[in-house]
């Protein structure tokens, strides 16, 4: 136990999500808990982690939850280990809600993204379709999200390019998707932002002037590819070029391969996402859980071929500089997510003492 990589998580403590600053101390070392001397709440080191209250061997749930997430189903699992299968799809669940709070805080903040890719996959679960909706980055191969939806419609859209949004910086960038034409409609609703001015009422909205938007639409017959047509929708030709020789490395041309390997990817790791399987989900909820769990474990904990081999080790999150090392599956599911930090309270009249020294100290 090290008091020193550990943090209060009590919400209602000035310290809480800070390191290194001497509040943590070890409260008892038989039962791994923590003391803040801030606020004197104790804590289990495993709070906040996939491991709280979990009362299974960690090294048997992290097997289990390793095999799901690398395409063993889960009638597997329950011939070998025994496990009920109400169970294992709890387990799947909270691994999944504990990595989708690891993608927010990691993943999800503004970083340089050249190129960006986005598409669709048809899944099927019992009692109808769902649509799941993904986006990644071309030249780190990162994961920056996914939107589930009973329809494909306008709002899966929406809601896709707005997580897109906020993994982007003001910066030139190139969206790539197949011919729907929600794609259009929510890219240049989001990026854009007000202008300042003196003047009473809402300010007026203007669009990011880097971004470009780049269609790729297949002719099929019979069920093969007889023609591609690429559009340029938005953005100069030059810059379409520049922005997918940057991010491709190698140049090339408009194309959305890069998504659909990743949805290959995906449909292959998690078995409810099959074409045909008898390991249908039965809730969105359910499905929304496994893809943060695979995407997550695509980003930390997978090396990826165009990145580097498979001696050296680069995974999609080392290089878009977010981590330095690859991650094993426990350390993923045992990353604390910090809350974020003490706002001092809004009073009348003036401070006290004791409240500037807080303020002194934990917000400054």
């Known amino acids: ?37 801030v606020c004197g709440k104790t804590k289990v080191a495993t709070f906040g982690t996939f491991f709280y209250r979990l009362h299974v061997d960690i090294q048997l749930v992290v097997w289990v ?37 690891v993608h927010e805080h990691l993943v999800a903040k503004p970083a340089d993204h050249p190129q960006i890719q986005l598409d669709e996959l048809r899944v099927k679960r ?12 071309v030249r780190s191969r990162l994961w920056l999200g996914a939107s589930v ?36 409609k929510a890219i240049r609703r989001h990026f854009r932002e007000p202008e300042r001015e003196r003047k009473p009422g809402r300010p007026r909205l203007i669009p990011w002037s880097g971004v470009a938007i780049g269609q790729v639409v297949k002719r099929y017959a019979k069920r093969h590819v007889v023609a591609v047509e690429r559009r340029r929708i938005q953005g100069s030709e030059t810059r379409v070029k520049r922005l ?30 099959v074409r045909r399987t008898r390991g249908l989900a039965r809730r969105t909820e359910t ?18 071929d165009a990145l580097g081999s498979r001696t050296e080790g680069k995974t999609p999150a080392m290089a878009a500089g977010i981590t330095d090392h690859r991650w094993s599956l426990a350390e993923l599911l045992s990353y604390r997510v910090p809350p974020p930090r003490w706002v001092p309270p809004k009073r009348r009249g003036r401070k006290s003492k004791a409240l500037l020294a807080l303020i002194q100290r934990w917000a400054m």
């Open 1 to 37: 136990m090290d008091p020193l990589s550990t943090f209060c998580a009590n919400p209602d403590c000035p310290a809480r999500g800070q390191f290194g600053k001497g509040n943590i101390t070890i409260h008892s070392q038989e039962e791994q808990r923590y003391r803040c001397t």
């Open 287 to 304: 499905i929304l859980a496994g893809v943060y769990l695979i995407g997550s474990v695509y980003n930390f904990c997978t090396n990826h």
């Open 65 to 101: 939850v390793g095999l799901v997430a690398n395409g063993c189903p889960i009638q597997a699992i329950r011939a070998v280990f025994g496990f009920d299968p109400r169970t294992v799809r709890s387990w799947i669940k909270k691994a999944g809600l504990h990595c989708e709070g």
């Open 126 to 137: 019992q009692g109808g379709i769902v649509w799941v909706g993904s986006a990644i980055s």
């Open 244 to 273: 997918v020789a940057v991010s491709q490395r190698l140049g090339g041309v408009l194309n959305t391969a890069f998504i659909e390997r990743l949805n290959a990817t995906f449909r292959s790791w998690l078995p409810c996402l």
């Open 149 to 184: 939806s009973a329809i494909r419609d306008s709002a899966l859209a929406f809601d896709l390019v707005g997580k897109v949004k906020r993994c982007c910086r003001k910066r030139p960038l190139l969206f790539t998707s197949d011919g729907w034409q929600p794609y259009v």
